[in-house]
T-cell receptor
Framework: GQNIDQPTEMTATEGAIVQINCTYQTSGFNGLFWYQQHAGEAPTFLSYNVLDGLEEKGRFSSFLSRSKGYSYLLLKELQMKDSASYLCAGMDSNYQLIWGAGTKLIIKP | GAVVSQHPSWVICKSGTSVKIECRSLDFQATTMFWYRQFPKQSLMLMAT?????????EQGVEKDKFLINHASLTLSTLTVTSAHPEDSSFYIC????????????FGPGTRLTVT
């Protein structure tokens, strides 16, 4: 079966660094997406990885290991506005996104 | 670029009535559009995938006669919730993909439906 696992909730301090992990099992693999979703709003795209390694984009970086079925999203210099849910999604061989349940990130001052 | 709009952003309707939600790609042509439903504190649940000019493909457990999807043009898809019931109250989100080989989906802002 297809499955995406990520922690339900994480707490971090403003200015710190946090890593949100995601493990995936998909039928075929066409990449791994990270989205940010604030409460009551639609998801916004953060990153896409299809090759192994680290992709850096400002304060956010995303890592992929295809052999381990593992990805993480790294957020640096945390700001209060980063409080949101972070959704991990794997794309299968049919180009369908398989969504994780999301990780709610709480930032404390 | 890559903006997707949804209308209405929120709607309240009475049980038994039908509601239509529009999803538009404003600055690109969307060959594929997706409709999701999200209940509070849960992740996105894909309801159906629609390609322009063809019938939508519904996910298992989603009633196609209740959730009517029309993808009439490359910039517009509609979801009609027929004979709505309180359990249909949810956050409905559409997303659009520009073309085959482009993997990113662009999401609309969502429509919050409340059925009383």
């Amino acid at each position: 079966g297809q499955n995406i696992d990520q922690p339900t909730e994480m707490t971090a301090t403003e200015g710190a660094i946090v890593q949100i992990n995601c493990t995936y099992q998909t039928s075929g693999f066409n990449g791994l997406f990270w989205y940010q979703q604030h409460a009551g709003e639609a998801p916004t795209f953060l990153s896409y990885n299809v090759l192994d390694g680290l992709e850096e984009k400002g304060r956010f970086s995303s890592f992929l290991s295809r052999s381990k079925g593992y990805s993480y999203l790294l957020l640096k210099e945390l700001q209060m506005k980063d409080s949101a849910s972070y959704l991990c999604a794997g794309m299968d061989s049919n180009y369908q996104l398989i969504w994780g349940a999301g990780t709610k990130l709480i930032i404390k001052p | 670029g890559a903006v997707v709009s949804q209308h209405p952003s929120w709607v309240i309707c009475k049980s038994g009535t039908s509601v239509k939600i529009e999803c538009r790609s404003l600055d690109f042509q969307a060959t594929t559009m997706f409709w999701y439903r999200q209940f509070p504190k849960q992740s996105l649940m894909l309801m159906a995938t629609s390609n322009e000019g063809s019938k939508a493909t519904y996910e298992q457990g989603v009633e196609k006669d209740k959730f009517l999807i029309n993808h009439a043009s490359l910039t517009l898809s509609t979801l009609t919730v027929t004979s709505a019931h309180p359990e249909d109250s949810s956050f409905y989100i559409c997303s659009a993909r520009e073309s085959a080989g482009v993997y990113e989906q662009y999401f609309g802002p969502g429509t919050r439906l409340t059925v009383t």
